[in-house]
């Protein structure tokens, strides 16, 4: 039996998992911490959704902006490369930066600091997002071996998330929000920073001219699926409002903010796990069925989690690990959709424009901790939470807020399953094709008599 001939070193392949592990602490901080750090320090819920939403506003112009520059710059060491020396640096000190509010200010500075931070930040992460992800579909042009970069990816993504989980809760009531997060800040910087200078952009798209701004964007709206994939993703997630929650669920509802960790690595641990099997199966299955069995059984699962309740914690977290098993599959699917929608892209229109495509799911995942951590606040708000370290709730508080926690992201997630059933026609057998076709290997002609299906 021969070997597989990997295009990529075995330190670019460590390298790449460890610069996602790094740029994700400072994401799981933000996504999971910092609505209850600001809450902490005397802003009202209502106030960090403002926040939340105005930075949305600005990433509007930011995301799509940036995905039009990565195309279109020709910066020296590569089309990606670049922008991930910057983010390496960008993203920890911006971290740090919003969790230093000095506590005796006035409310109304402690807001503007918190908003400007988080803009400065939300830029800094667009410069790791969308490169990061579109370094693979460079670095090489064998699907597998892309997917392998991916699940390695999604293995420093998870143990980032266990790291998070295990070091906030357990440090910040002892040595306070700032000290954590300038600790989060250092182990991120040391982990992103060797990746830029160790990596090789391989292959590329041979282009006989430069596209023009117009052309990018009009390309972009010619790649259907892309945006089906990108609402799709938004509406599954705008009303997962657990991880928002989740700190405020383990104080309120079960009574003891040391919850925090086991309910953080309850849903990280099994993930972990799971993510280089995800890989040996799709050798074998069609993604997007893998993608939709899972996530339907991960609807059916949060709803049996919602109407047991938490009062039985012990089953309860049993239930939390079973589901985020299932969860595995069809969250580390998401990001192959996208590498095939720039083949399909580069097939209908000629141009391979992964820096507008990867910037859009850059897009999508801040766009999905912004715009639902803004909406849960606005609830938490809305139901009566009351601001300020250490306040007891009212009982319809805590109800509230198990709503929130269990039942409202079902409510998104069967949305966006309907969605892709009908709308998304992408397959593993057509992309194969497809991608011959964009390579060179196979006619236009030949490939569209093989295909099993039109879209």
Aim: charged letters at 15%; hydrophobic letters at 55%; a positive charge.
């Amino acid at each position: 039996m021969t070997k597989k001939v990997m295009q990529t070193t075995f330190g670019e392949r460590f390298l790449y998992g460890l610069y996602a592990f790094g740029a994700i602490l400072s994401y799981y901080a933000i996504y999971s911490y910092l609505q209850l750090y600001l809450t902490d320090i005397g802003i009202s819920a209502a106030a960090v959704g403002v926040i939340f939403i105005i930075a949305k506003v600005w990433d509007a112009v930011n995301d799509p902006m940036f995905g039009v520059i990565v195309d279109k710059a020709n910066l020296k060491g590569g089309k990606f490369i670049p922008w991930l020396k910057i983010g390496a640096v960008a993203i920890p000190l911006s971290t740090i930066l919003m969790f230093l509010i000095p506590s005796k200010l006035p409310v109304a500075v402690k807001i503007i600091w918190a908003l400007v931070s988080y803009i400065i930040w939300d830029l800094a992460y667009t410069m790791y997002d969308a490169p990061i992800s579109a370094l693979a579909t460079v670095a090489t042009n064998n699907t597998n071996e892309r997917n392998k970069l991916y699940a390695i990816a999604s293995f420093g993504v998870y143990f980032g998330g266990i790291l998070v989980a295990i070091l906030v809760p357990m440090f910040y009531p002892a040595i306070g929000w700032s000290f954590t997060i300038i600790v989060l800040g250092i182990i991120c910087l040391i982990s992103m920073l060797p990746l830029p200078f160790k990596t090789k952009e391989r292959f590329s798209a041979p282009r006989d001219k430069e596209p023009t701004i117009k052309e990018i964007i009009q390309n972009l709206f010619k790649n259907k699926y892309l945006l089906i994939v990108t609402l799709s993703a938004i509406i599954g997630s705008v009303t997962g409002f657990s991880t928002t929650v989740q700190g405020y669920f383990a104080i309120h509802c079960l009574g003891n903010a040391a919850m925090m960790t086991p309910l953080a690595l309850a849903s990280a641990v099994p993930i972990l796990l799971v993510v280089f099997i995800v890989p040996k199966v799709l050798e074998k299955v069609d993604k997007f069925r893998v993608y939709i069995i899972t996530r339907i059984a991960s609807i059916l699962l949060s709803l049996i989690i919602y109407f047991c309740g938490y009062q039985n914690v012990g089953l309860f977290l049993g239930l939390v690990i079973v589901r985020a098993f299932i969860d595995a599959f069809w969250a580390q699917i998401g990001i192959m959709f996208i590498a095939d929608c720039v083949e399909y892209g580069q097939y209908k229109t000629g141009e391979r424009n992964e820096g507008v495509s990867f910037s859009l799911k850059a897009f999508t995942n801040k766009m999905v901790v912004a715009l639902a951590g803004a909406i849960a606040m606005f609830l938490l708000g809305a139901i009566g939470f009351v601001s300020g370290d250490g306040v007891t709730q009212t009982v319809e508080v805590v109800r509230g807020i198990w709503f929130l926690y269990a039942f409202c992201p079902v409510i998104g997630a069967v949305i966006s399953v309907i969605m892709m059933l009908i709308l998304y026609k992408l397959r593993d057998h057509e992309i194969n094709l497809i991608k011959k076709v964009n390579i060179g290997e196979m006619s236009r002609e030949e490939a569209e008599a093989s295909f099993s299906r039109k879209f």
